[in-house]
């Protein structure tokens, strides 16, 4: 029997992400409707950046009811919700696979796919944010995404988050053959990301060098729990 009644799903990485689709399968069995509702195109770490002096466009996608938003993250839940689902809010507003990490206080305000989530959890709905985090040495396996991801929100469906409260998911990277990870409930990391620039002479610009995986933390917290393999479980207050 479906959990819910209608899922609103959506991401940051574009509507034609592997991502989203892989979330669509993942919750196809979880909800008696689903209504996809993402940007038109890539708009990765751009906070909870929303359209409001210039017009927004929406395209609507077959089969289904899936459309794409010419915004952010968060312009797509806002439309969603204000404009498309008027008479219908959704039930449970679900983000991601994002394809990166989204992990410590420093990545719930920077990525989009947060940022799509805390926006539902602004209007009082319960939302989640799904990411994976990626090791450069390993293949992608998204049915090994799909069955963990599955796997958290099945659990989490059974927990009541509060008035302006919201989940933020981390699914690990594994190789083929590891043990399947353990969900754990762990706080947000404090320590910042590491943050560099390399320049390629004295006067030219600055380009990031920051190495994600090198990350900081201090054993206990989603940085541990997810870089340590298991699946992170954070819930995030407004």
Known sequence: MPLFRRLLLTNDDGIDAPGLAALERVCAPLAEEIVIVAPADPASQVGHRVTTHEPL??????????????????????????????????????????????????????????????????????????????????????????????????????????????????????PPGAPDPRLQHCEAERHPLEVSFERESDRGPFRYSGRYHHRGHNGESDVSVCFGGDIAITRVRL
Do not use: Q
């Open 57 to 174: 466009h929406l395209t609507e996608h077959l089969p289904g009811r899936r459309y794409a938003v010419h915004g952010s993250p968060a312009d797509c839940v806002r439309v969603a919700l204000k404009c498309l689902l008027v008479d219908s809010p959704p039930d449970f507003v679900v983000s991601g696979i994002n394809h990166g990490g989204n992990l410590g206080r420093h990545d719930l305000y920077i990525s989009g796919t947060v940022a799509a989530a805390r926006e539902a959890a602004f209007h009082g709905l319960p939302a989640a944010a799904v990411s994976h985090y990626l090791r450069m040495d390993l293949p992608l396996d998204w049915s090994a995404a799909e069955n963990r991801a599955r796997l958290a929100l099945e659990t989490l469906a059974d927990e009541a988050l509060g008035d302006g409260e919201l989940w933020n998911i981390n699914l690990p990277h594994l």
